[in-house]
């Protein structure tokens, strides 16, 4: 084939199919991800929401848990400052123990 007008028509000719089939596919694709993007379910939901009950059981059951982890917390909190508050006191009253086995100590070895 020579470089002529029926070469330039047969690669202008190839060219513009090429770009009506791009167009095609695009038009079907986005007409596609329309009509899939207008589902609903049986509640009117849009299907891409993904909404869906599992997923909410799946919440509600992981929020319970998170409210049972921190009452536990809440509950080891206040058994940790109560194990401070007793050992604070018993650190006290050894102390205090020490002082008077000190001061016995000194009288009697006088």
Known sequence: ????????????????????????????????????????????????????????????KMVDIMDRVDRREERAIIIQNETIRALSEHTNAVTKLVAVVEAMTKVVTR
Request: proline letters at 2%; zero cysteines; hydrophobic letters at 45%.
């Open 1 to 60: 084939m020579e470089w002529g007008p029926a070469l330039f028509e047969w690669v202008v000719g190839i060219g513009l199919t090429t770009v009506v089939v791009g167009i095609a596919t695009i038009y079907f694709k986005v007409k596609d991800l329309h009509d899939w993007h207008n589902k609903e379910d049986d509640e009117g939901v849009k299907v891409w929401y993904t909404r869906n009950k599992s997923m909410e059981e799946i919440l509600e």
